[in-house]
T-cell receptor, first 116, second 112 residues
Framework: GAVVSQHPSRVICKSGTSVKIECRSLDFQATTMFWYRQFPKKSLMLMATSNEGSKATYEQGVEKDKFLINHASLTLSTLTVTSAHPEDSSFYICSATGGLVLDTQYFGPGTRLTVL | DAKTTQPPSMDCAEGRAANLPCNHSTISGNEYVYWYRQIHSQGPQYIIH???NNETNEMASLIITEDRKSSTLILPHATLRDTAVYYC?????????????FGKGTHLIIQP
């Protein structure tokens, strides 16, 4: 198994609101889940790493109070963008390890966030 | 993780083999070479990985030079759907808990 889903696929919100993005491993239990962000014409940048039941580890420069990560089970991680602003508009992608090939990350389809 | 260098873009005719090079001259003995691709507006897709032996799966072949300082991803019969950005990533064995560092990759364009 190696299928990762994300919901929603795209979201438009007003500035100042919060948005929750779900990431699920559909056919395997994810030992670790990751969140990435991708701006237009740029490469993916790792935001944070999370393991079930423990606090996420954030990359330098990523505000943990703004990007809340909850990893409640071995198949679900959520990213909440709090008090979103237009500069948070981006493509958010999650990934998970624990699937078919050892130590290999399998990526979700991504969530396009647009903050007006 | 070791740094990789890839050409920014390549063209290939549909039906031909696409050969994508990657340099990783500072690779360590316990580092694997991974290849992913990202089709526009989608999440990256795992293709293949290897340590030092050549590898083949249903998607592609990976050729790693004997000194492991470079590798080539081969798509044997490219189709239009193979148009994507291809990323070569070096990472340590057992690094399942570590995030990936994506470079700029190679934008492969398959021409009809």
């Amino acid at each position: 198994g190696a299928v990762v889903s994300q919901h929603p696929s795209r979201v438009i919100c007003k500035s100042g609101t919060s948005v929750k993005i779900e990431c699920r491993s559909l056919d395997f239990q994810a030992t670790t889940m990751f969140w990435y962000r991708q701006f237009p014409k740029k490469s993916l940048m790792l935001m944070a790493t999370s393991n079930e039941g423990s606090k996420a580890t954030y990359e330098q420069g990523v505000e943990k109070d703004k990007f809340l990560i909850n990893h409640a089970s071995l198949t679900l991680s959520t990213l909440t963008v709090t008090s979103a602003h237009p500069e948070d508009s981006s493509f958010y992608i999650c990934s998970a390890t624990g699937g078919l090939v050892l130590d290999t990350q399998y990526f979700g389809p991504g969530t396009r966030l647009t903050v007006l | 993780d070791a740094k990789t260098t890839q050409p920014p873009s390549m063209d290939c005719a549909e039906g031909r083999a696409a050969n994508l090079p990657c340099n990783h001259s500072t690779i360590s003995g316990n580092e694997y070479v991974y290849w992913y691709r990202q089709i526009h507006s989608q999440g990256p897709q795992y293709i293949i990985h290897g340590l030092k032996n050549n590898e083949t799966n249903e998607m592609a072949s990976l050729i790693i030079t004997e000194d492991r300082k470079s590798s080539t991803l081969i798509l044997p019969h490219a189709t239009l759907r193979d148009t994507a950005v291809y990323y070569c990533i070096v990472r340590v064995s057992g690094g399942g808990a570590d995030g990936l560092t994506f470079g700029k990759g190679t934008h492969l364009i398959i021409q009809p």
